[in-house]
Nanobody, 128 residues
Framework: QVQLVESGGGLVQAGGSLRVACVAS?????????VAWFRQVPGKEREFVAA????????SYGHSVKGRFTISRDNAKSTAYLQMNSLKPEDTAVYYC????????????????????WGRGTQVTVSS
């Protein structure tokens, strides 16, 4: 197991940009899986945002963020990032970082059950 801590959330105007980060600690050396970002608003299910393979060669994005958000990772720093551009009020949510112990089936990247470690989330609020 690893511990994940998100940071970088905040309040931004529509059209602006924000970058959130996720730092992993604990038994990071034993993990070589995917990292992902999900988001959730009260009363709704957790929504897949983006994922990246261990070596960064493959990425996947949710339909609503494709072309605006970019996921990246720095394994040497045990850190993943989500760069969010052209933000919209509907992007307002708590953003969660997640990681998997091993390489998941790529078609399962958007499934919550694929990931065994989760952070507590960081709030992103986009004002209109």
């Amino acid at each position: 197991q690893v511990q994940l801590v998100e940071s970088g959330g905040g309040l931004v105007q529509a059209g602006g940009s924000l970058r959130v980060a996720c730092v992993a600690s604990g038994r990071t050396s034993s993990r070589n899986g995917a990292v992902a970002w999900f988001r959730q608003v009260p009363g709704k299910e957790r929504e897949f945002v983006a994922a990246m393979s261990w070596n960064g060669a493959r990425t996947s994005y949710g339909h609503s963020v494709k072309g605006r958000f970019t996921i990246s990772r720095d394994n040497a720093k045990s850190t993943a990032y989500l760069q969010m551009n052209s933000l919209k009020p509907e992007d307002t949510a708590v953003y969660y970082c997640a990681s998997s112990a091993g390489n998941p089936i790529w078609s399962m990247l958007d499934k919550i059950d694929t990931y065994d470690s989760w952070g507590r989330g960081t709030q992103v609020t986009v004002s209109s």
